[in-house]
């Protein structure tokens, strides 16, 4: 095994690991904490962002799967080699089983220790809103399927660049809030294997369905993607390819992003506080704001008290005196 696998197979591990203990933890140890607990929403969320957080510091290594159902999924897609495919499902469950460790270690260190269902996926009878097994499979199929769509498209090309992370985080935090009812929520073999062997009983006798079940929903999730994306479908291809680039213009940052947002709605709100203060419904004009054309915002200091700001937010330019006494 070369150094860059090993490198690779360390960060699933770190990554799976940090997954379950802080999504499962966040199940165990505060969703019912008295007066404080942050229930399901915060649970979904909680799962949400140990897919953020770890896609922006293990994506460039491993590319961040945590997940032997992404991982199948993607070599489905022809996105992941094969040879990498038993080594990274090994790692993952290796993080899982660790990350479960750690959390049965916290959540047993009290007196009147009790770990409940310790965050373990079940259905029937172990299924938090009591649904059948069929229920409890064609969730986590539909579900799975649905995540690999949103993950492909998310790192396909034409898609905005920096947002995937974002995307996906989001993406399972919206699984969480409708299915945690149904199975607690897999989609995930490795997050289900770990609580599973600490639990036991039940949990590893139901544990089938939570890897088969993701695994073909995975592979139908990258089956429907690669029709879309199809190197057959040139046509549609050659016909989309240039608009959707020039509509996208993936931004080359984060921060440029989030400037392409912010500005335009600063605009908008200085154009409606003009109109009001203006009309006589706020106080008289004192401070002016000058937008022209430039391309950064300069500060100029004024005759008076005014204060002068040259510059352009948006798609907006123009002159506003906005303030008030």
Avoid at 43 to 70: D, E, K, R, W
Avoid at 157 to 165: C, D, I, M, Y
Wanted: proline share 5%; hydrophobic share 45%.
């Amino acid at each position: 095994m070369n150094t860059l696998m090993l490198k690779k197979l360390m960060a699933e591990g770190i990554g799976t690991a940090w997954l379950v203990l802080g999504g499962c933890g966040s199940a165990v140890l505060a969703a019912a904490f008295p007066e404080v607990g942050i229930g399901l929403l915060g649970v979904s969320l909680a799962f949400g962002l140990t897919v953020v957080t770890m896609a922006y510091a293990i994506g460039p290594i491993s590319g961040c799967h945590l997940n032997p159902a992404v991982t199948i999924g993607l070599m489905v897609a022809g996105k992941h080699p094969k040879s990498e495919v038993f080594p990274y499902i090994f790692a993952q469950s290796v993080g899982g089983i660790i990350g479960a460790g750690i959390l049965y270690m916290i959540a047993t260190g009290k007196a009147d220790a009790s770990i409940g269902g310790f965050a373990t996926n079940g259905y029937g009878e172990h299924s938090p809103g009591g649904y059948t097994a069929l229920a409890g499979f064609v969730t986590e199929f539909i579900a799975t399927a649905f995540f690999l769509f949103v993950i492909l498209g998310s790192t396909n090309k034409l898609a905005p660049s920096g947002f995937a992370p974002l995307s996906i985080g989001l993406c399972l935090t919206l699984i969480h809030l409708f299915t945690i009812p149904i199975t607690n929520t897999s989609v995930n073999p490795a997050r289900s294997l770990g609580p599973a062997l600490f639990l036991g009983g039940f949990a590893l006798k139901q544990l089938w369905l939570f890897w088969l079940a993701p695994i073909m929903g995975a592979a139908l999730g990258s089956y429907v993607y690669k029709y879309i994306y199809s190197e057959s479908g040139k046509h549609i291809e050659e016909k989309t390819r240039k608009p959707v680039e020039e509509i996208i213009q993936p931004p080359r940052s984060l921060g440029q992003s989030m400037r392409k947002i912010i500005t335009p709605l600063l605009s908008l709100l200085l154009i409606i506080y003009s109109t009001v203060s203006q009309a006589g419904l706020l106080f008289e004009p004192a401070v002016g704001y000058n937008f022209t054309s430039k391309t950064r915002l300069q500060k100029n200091y004024n005759s008076g008290d005014g204060i002068g700001y040259g510059g352009r937010l948006g798609y907006i330019s123009g002159t506003f005196q906005l303030g008030f006494d």
